[in-house]
Nanobody, 125 residues
Framework: QVQLVESGGGLVQAGGSLRLSCAAS????????MAWFRQAPGKEREFVPA????????AYADSVKGRFAIVRDNAKSTMYLQMSSLNPEDTAVYYCAADSSPSAVSVTIRNVDYWGQGTQVTVSS
């Protein structure tokens, strides 16, 4: 069993930045593609970015390209999401996800093996 714990959420003004962290334990971290999803009130959970097992491949939702950056540190079993130029539409609970499927970097909700508990990000206008 893999446990994922997110941290770093909070309240920020529009245009500001936040860095989220996801610490993994209980498994071999680099066996998993890692990803972030988010869910705003009344909306479905949506993909944000994903990163390959080695960290050399990434994929981003169009809505965050150029503003968000996903990285991982396999030695520390930790993944990060650096978020910049935040806007109110980025307000959501952000979830860390681990996927053991054979794909290189593609992650879908149904393929996620493990979820974190989520961390709230609120962007005020």
């Amino acid at each position: 069993q893999v446990q994922l714990v997110e941290s770093g959420g909070g309240l920020v003004q529009a245009g500001g930045s936040l860095r989220l962290s996801c610490a993994a334990s209980g498994g071999t971290f680099n066996n998993y593609i890692m990803a972030w999803f988010r869910q705003a009130p009344g909306k479905e959970r949506e993909f944000v970015p994903a990163i390959s097992r080695s960290g050399t491949g990434t994929a981003y939702a169009d809505s965050v390209k150029g503003r968000f950056a996903i990285v991982r540190d396999n030695a520390k079993s930790t993944m990060y999401l650096q978020m910049s130029s935040l806007n109110p539409e980025d307000t959501a609970v952000y979830y860390c996800a681990a996927d053991s499927s054979p794909s290189a970097v593609s992650v879908t909700i149904r393929n996620v093996d493990y979820w974190g508990q989520g961390t709230q990000v609120t962007v005020s206008s």
